[in-house]
């Protein structure tokens, strides 16, 4: 990756930057688990060639991943005397385009690979104001942002008589998105500040897709047919409100309301031809929180604690289903009405001049209100559905870490280790598919030199070589048949940096 920037001020009001960046990443395909292979004894298939509790894996095909990505962002900043405030606009350009090929199964066996294509290009641009009049501070402003981008993908399974072994579909899809917002600090007195703030959006979506069954495109010339063709428009009014109290310099309460908004769409990875493709409308969530932050023992020991409620309406979820014919078919559905609340709370403490020690604790739950969809698979919407655990939740994580640095004659030390645990979840809607509990230990040496101008560091991440995996999806093969990407096991490096003042 390459970053560049450039500043020119004209005059003591006004200044103009230029960013850009380019970007590259490559690397092969993901290294997966099928937990069907565990415990399998299907001579030639995978028995026997890894065990769940460690990183070894079988596939047919390493794959691939090719990304590259170009910015272009000029900001305009304009000190005005209305409000001691501040005009700003932001004009930015991205171009993404991506390639990869991947082992589905995850067997040595030729069962079911993939290859997908993304070209993206967006246009956007903000114009705010900023500034404040005595106990009134106000940011308001205006948003505009364009995309197009394409989709496409291939799937190669062995031919089944129903369908050939390579299929391809995905589509094109514009999109247009206009905001306008404000949001009014006032405060009230010394210790009491009221947040007012709202956001109107507006987006249209037009969408021209091919069901991937059909097989209507190729990844290298695109989709000369499409059989789903639809526009859709949303509005959204998202509004908040808010207060902060500060009794004291070492203590502050706050609580707000909000509501927020996930965009609707389309599902550009159709693939069950009886069911027809159709928009998915707008997910929306109303959260309430409300904190407390606190110092003690002057300023050495600092508590954050956090209490909140999100209720969301019209849930959206890409619903994973394992199918013989094309491997998972993939449906994105408002499926449900959902409430979830958690605490979290956080506490560091400086115990020495050069010894600091953070900790962290987090607890949410949630559940299914109503389900408008058979989230299990058995045929009807009822009370199983209803009592399914919302994916990807886990109900408890904490952590710790510890911090030691002191200077010497001949520059600076920094050790650092921390530990981190996150319950198992669910993966999947039907909670057939699980995550894996994460208990993570990480840890940092650095040595500053020429007063810290050159930073050394060595760390470790993952130390317990902890084996754990981004996704559990089923697949029709045999029994207990996943795709369970591993994620990074035991990781050691090496930086340097080199600091120019």
């Not at 020119?8 to 006004?14: N, P, Q, T, Y």
């Not at 040595?108 to 993939?114: D, I, M, R």
């Not at 600076?412 to 057939?432: K, P």
């Not at 509990?437 to 930073?455: K, P, Q, T, Y």
Request: aromatic residues 12%; contains cysteine; charged residues 20%.
């Amino acid at each position: 990756m390459v970053r560049g920037a450039l500043e020119f001020e004209l005059g003591d009001s006004f200044d103009i930057i230029f960013r850009a960046e380019h970007g590259e990443s490559e690397g092969d395909g993901p290294a997966a688990h099928n937990g069907g292979c565990i415990d399998l004894a299907v001579p030639g298939l995978c028995a026997g060639q890894y065990d769940e509790e460690g990183f070894d894996f079988a596939i047919d095909e390493e794959g691939f991943y090719d990304n590259e990505w170009n910015n272009l962002i000029v900001e305009f900043n304009w000190d005005v005397g209305f409000g001691d405030g501040t005009i700003t606009n932001i004009l930015a350009y991205r171009d993404y385009s991506a390639d990869n090929a991947s082992d589905i199964d995850s067997t040595p066996l030729f069962l079911f690979h993939a290859a997908t294509v993304t070209e993206q290009d967006q246009l956007s641009n903000e114009l705010r104001y900023s500034g404040g009049w005595d106990n009134l501070f106000l940011t308001a402003g205006l948003y505009y942002f364009t995309q197009e981008f394409t989709y496409l993908e291939n799937r190669v399974i062995p031919p089944s008589g129903i369908l050939p072994p390579g299929i391809t579909g995905g589509g094109r899809q514009d999109q247009t998105t206009t905001g306008i917002f404000a949001q009014v600090d006032w405060r009230v007195s010394e210790s009491v500040t009221f947040n007012l703030g709202g956001r109107f959006t507006q987006e249209e979506k037009e969408a021209q897709i091919a069901t991937i069954p059909l097989n209507l495109c190729t990844l290298a010339g695109g989709c000369p047919a499409y059989d789903f063709a639809d526009s859709r428009d949303w509005d959204n009014f998202t509004p908040k409100v808010g207060i902060q109290v500060q009794p004291n310099d070492d203590t502050q309460f706050y609580a707000f309301w909000t509501k927020g908004f996930r965009s609707g769409g389309y599902n550009m990875r159709h693939t069950a031809v009886a069911i027809p493709n159709a928009a998915f409308d707008e997910e929306e969530q109303r959260s309430v929180e409300m904190g407390l932050k606190k110092d003690f023992a002057g300023g050495k020991v600092r508590t954050n604690v956090a209490l909140y409620r999100n209720s969301i309406d019209d849930m959206q979820r890409e619903i994973n289903l394992s199918d013989p014919v094309v491997g998972v078919v993939q449906l994105i559905r408002n499926t449900a009405d959902a409430t979830i609340k958690g605490i979290d709370a956080e506490l560091t403490a400086v115990a020495t001049e050069n010894l600091v020690i953070s900790a962290n604790l987090g607890y949410v739950d949630g559940e299914y209100n109503e389900v408008r969809f058979d989230l299990n698979g058995d045929g009807v919407i009822d009370g199983a559905d209803l009592a399914l655990d919302i994916p990807r939740l886990a109900p408890w994580s904490y952590g710790a870490e510890i911090i030691y640095s002191n200077a010497f004659s001949w520059g600076s030390l920094t050790l650092q280790g921390s530990g981190y645990r996150r319950d198992a979840s669910a993966y999947t809607d039907n909670n057939l598919g699980q995550l894996r509990e994460i208990d993570m230990i990480n840890a940092r040496v650095a040595i500053g030199l020429w007063d810290d101008s050159l930073m050394i560091s060595a760390f470790g991440r993952n130390l317990k070589d902890q084996p754990t995996i981004g996704g559990d999806t089923q697949l029709p093969f045999f029994p207990g048949s996943t795709f369970s990407p591993l994620n990074k096991g035991r990781t050691y490096g090496i930086e340097v940096q080199y600091r120019m003042d």
